[in-house]
């Protein structure tokens, strides 16, 4: 019997749909409440306000060269641990998903410790302490989240990869290296970009370990979500919301976009 049918004989299907219908009020409020603020002033402050260019640039370039790396970080480490097993798997799989489920202020301050200038990279590497409260320490915030979650994505996705391609690419000549590039990321393009999409959309919404690592200074380190803050800290909401609009119409692009992809996977 089909789900439809049994909502109108179930009671507890019928009661189900409060909490529902709940939720769903709270985040369509809470968007239209935001975009009700959309008038002609705001829209003329969104698209031509200095500060929300330099918020929205500093957004867009550190986030993109965060996903960069976190790809160039991710994908071949979840690639190594979907086929071999490694030395105490499940206490590296527990420090891997930490930046997913820390607060992200704890995420930052424990960045902060790691590279300040008494911080235990600092001692390996004398100056790296400078990438703090500069536009590096952004990235650094942004790739750290962004490669948790795409990590834990790509490598779902190369554990259910079919073991019969890989080995047929194995019987053909092909190394392991050669059957990732040729083989593996070829097939799996559509679900890794979709990976891709969830982690960049978190760096550009990146707040707590961004304000921990880079500070929260205008025109220097602004981001988007620094913006908000640092408007609303000061009173003016105008451009506060306009960064939120921004964000806004960012995050519904990258929403339309993984649904796209993920209608043709």
């Known amino acids: 019997m089909k789900a439809s049918s049994l909502l109108n004989k179930s009671l507890s299907l019928k009661l189900a749909l409060i909490p529902l219908v709940m939720l769903l009020c709270v985040v369509v409020g809470a968007v239209l409440s935001l ?8 829209f003329k402050k969104a698209l031509f306000d200095a500060e929300l260019h330099f918020a929205l640039g500093m957004s867009l370039g550190t986030s993109l060269i ?4 976190a790809l160039c970080i991710a994908i071949p480490s979840a690639w190594l641990m979907s086929q ?8 590296i799989d527990t420090f891997l998903d930490l930046p997913m489920v820390l607060p992200p202020l704890v995420t930052g301050l424990s960045l902060l410790l790691l590279f300040n200038s008494q911080g235990i990279l600092s001692q390996l590497i004398p100056g790296i302490s400078k990438w703090i409260f500069s536009p590096i320490g952004i990235v650094v915030a942004q790739t750290y989240i962004a490669s948790s979650i795409l990590l834990r994505n790509a490598r779902g996705i190369f554990t259910s990869f079919d073991q019969g391609y890989r080995l047929a690419a194995y019987n053909l000549g092909l190394s392991p290296f050669r059957t990732l590039f040729k083989v593996e ?19 550009i919404g990146e707040f707590g370990a961004t304000l921990m690592l880079a500070g929260a200074t205008r025109f220097k380190t602004e981001t988007l979500p620094m913006a908000v803050y640092l408007n609303i800290s000061s009173g003016d909401f105008e451009i506060a919301i306009g960064a939120a609009l ?20």
Do not use: E, Y
Not at 188 to 203: D, F
């Open 35 to 42: 975009t009700a603020q959309l008038d002609f002033h705001f």
């Open 66 to 69: 965060s996903l960069l790396l």
């Open 84 to 91: 071999v097993r490694l030395p105490l798997q499940k206490f």
């Open 185 to 203: 990321l070829l097939m799996c393009w559509k679900p890794l970009l979709g990976g891709a999409i969830l982690a960049w959309s978190r760096a």
């Open 246 to 265: 921004w964000l806004l119409f960012i995050a519904a692009c990258l929403l339309f976009l993984l649904r796209v992809l993920n209608r043709n996977v």
